[in-house]
């Protein structure tokens, strides 16, 4: 049966390109981070090197909680691709709007590691806070236009997942929300926050039944991975 008009079959590897050119995005968001952790240079008068990078622990913490939610946001990007079998022009510009929020991350994290502990770090840890809630309605609006009546899902995808994907990513922008809202009271509750979404969204999203699977089935799909 012929594709519908704007829409693209996922045979021949062409979604695997959409995870390729994301998973490069993912991984230089991922890298940049680093840039924020500086070697101490021109060192006071009786100040140790350790003392000196002792110091700089609101980077460290800045640092390791995107990079884990990052990490997560990854595997989650990885996981839903393997429920979808197809794509159209709506699903690359909502997966492009993702990317676009993932590269942001970085600059909100700089922010944290400067301001934590500070005048200003309410309004940093805000802005943290902010550009997540705004990752996390991208993730959910990318997952929409895939799963709504089953439009981009792949035809051998567990059911049972697809609805569990569903259900994990309705209160992703709300709890982001209460992060953002705690910003403004603690700073570092916040920043837990974060973490802890991490971990939640860590976790495989369900249980695959007995005899079924959640990847695409070489039969099904042309020998498409």
């Known amino acids: 049966m012929p594709e519908a008009a704007g829409f693209m079959s996922g045979e021949g590897g062409e979604t695997s390109r959409i995870e390729a050119f994301s998973d490069g995005v993912f991984a230089i968001a991922m890298t940049l981070l680093v840039l924020d952790l500086k070697v101490p ?10 003392v ?18 990052i990490l ?8 839903i691709f393997t429920l979808i079998g197809r794509f159209d022009d709506r699903l690359l510009f ?29 309004l940093a840890a805000a802005i943290y806070n902010g550009t ?18 089953g439009r981009l899902i792949h035809r051998s995808a567990n059911a049972d997942s697809v609805r569990a994907v569903t259900e994990s990513y309705r209160w992703g922008p ?47 799909s042309g020998g498409a991975l």
């Open 132 to 149: 997540f809630i705004v990752i996390a309605l991208l993730f959910t609006l990318l997952w929409r236009t895939a799963s709504t009546d």
């Open 72 to 79: 997560i946001m990854w595997v989650n990007h990885h996981r």
């Open 174 to 220: 709300a709890i982001y929300g209460i992060a953002f809202a705690l910003a403004f009271v603690n700073v570092a509750a916040s920043l837990a926050l974060n973490l802890a979404l991490a971990v939640k969204f860590a976790r495989p999203i369900s249980k695959t039944p007995r005899g079924e699977s959640n990847e695409r089935r070489l039969g099904d």
């Open 52 to 69: 000196a990078l002792a110091r700089q622990w609101p980077s460290y913490l800045a640092f390791v909680t995107s990079f884990a939610t």
């Open 94 to 122: 909502y997966n492009g709007l993702l990317l676009l929020g993932v590269t942001v991350v970085p600059f909100p994290t700089g922010l944290v590691a400067e301001y934590l502990g500070h005048p200003g770090q309410y």
């Open 41 to 50: 240079h021109d060192l006071p008068d009786g100040t140790t090197l350790a």
